[in-house]
């Protein structure tokens, strides 16, 4: 949990080596990574068949694999309690961030329920700098608040480029901002730098959100100074809308073809070969309404198959960025002095999208053009359903939303070289 994680780090580092001026050793530098709706064994290290070396590489040399870590059931609870160190109720955040500007009935005026991170909580980095002395950043999906006084600077990053709700379109198209107000992911504004508001027309042309985000931090850790640091890089991937450079999507093109339940079976055996799973853990069987896989007509079995394959190229996108800051890290001679953590922050997504409560089903009929030939693109607007999703928290139950393991177990794994030096080696 991550109360037992948190408390950990600071066990582990005094806080007299925290404070400002003290000691003389190189204190840790802090780089959190966290992936959205990303489910538990779609990394290889859990028995993911998609390509993501560099994550495994955290795990296998010399990191910490954590099997049985949980979060909140959705994002922003999660994301509260990973900045706070508390009960997402306390900081604010017992529901969705969004619930409460859009059901002001049920929740608006209730303390715990405020929708942003709130101010009986410290945040991690505004300790890390007063008390510690630290640099702080971060890039990507923030949702703990929307208006100015909420924002990643105002709750103690000195660096930002953030998108401020969730479920952005990674390649920027946002065709309905301009003309209407839509459903929380397309609210305007959209994105946040330091203390400004960013028109989304504004970012490049050739935007990808996974790029973009792992660009912008290295930058601001270039141009930072001689403090150590708290960099936090928050993915919307594999988030929908699914969308991919193309050259990648067509690396898992028939990858899928045999649907979901395979890939469910063969995940299974992949943490059985691992030592994940036993032999004996019978998988937990769900049933969706979704047409099942046997049933489908050949055209249906390509689109969904193809909304995987997407998905895969997703994760191996946010891999490839994650290998760009580990070799940022080792040049610039920073790695073995960075703690880092990779999590999702909660189970993979199992909804239907068409059965959200959003605006941007309709923007998706007016604005979108999902066909088979389209969709990972720009112009497309889709989710991938939610027998993939059971397929990657297999032998768990039910997925994201759900307070079930399907919905809070997730993968985590850990990087940091003093803690499995034989000197200060401890079990976490
Ligand atoms: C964002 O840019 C578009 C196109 O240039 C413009 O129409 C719109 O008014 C801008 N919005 C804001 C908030 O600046
Ligand atoms: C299937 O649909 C029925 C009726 O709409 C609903 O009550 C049920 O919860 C749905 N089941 C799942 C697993 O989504
Ligand atoms: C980092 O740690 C590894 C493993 O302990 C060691 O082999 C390597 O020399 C260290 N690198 C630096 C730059 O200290
Ligand atoms: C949708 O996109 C595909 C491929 O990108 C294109 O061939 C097709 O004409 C588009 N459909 C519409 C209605 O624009
Ligand atoms: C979508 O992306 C393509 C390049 O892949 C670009 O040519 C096109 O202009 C983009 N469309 C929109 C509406 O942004």
Redesign the pocket.
Known sequence: MFKSIFCFIFLYIPIDTLQKNTSPSPRPNFLIIVADDLGYTDISPYGSEISTPNIESLASNGGTLFTDFHTASTCSPTRSMLLSGTDHHLAGIGQMSDMTERYPKLWGGKQGYEGYLNDRVAALPEILKDLGGYQTMMTGKWHLGTVKEQIPSKRGFERSFALIHGAGNH?N?EPAVATERGGFALNPPLYVRDDEFINHTALPEDYYSSDYFTSELIRFLDEGDERSFFAYLAFTAPHWPLQAPNELIEKYKGKYDAGPDALRAARLERQRQLGLLTRNVDSMRVSTNETSWKFMLDDERAFSAKTMEIYAAMIHRMDDSIGRIIDYLHRTNQFNNTFILFMSDNGAEGVVLESLLLQSIDQSVTYFNNSYENIG???SYISYGPQWAYAAMAPYRMAKGHITEGGVRCPAIVHFGPLTSTSTSRSV
Request: cysteine-free; aromatic content about 40%.
């Open positions: 390649f198209y693109k720009n112009t």
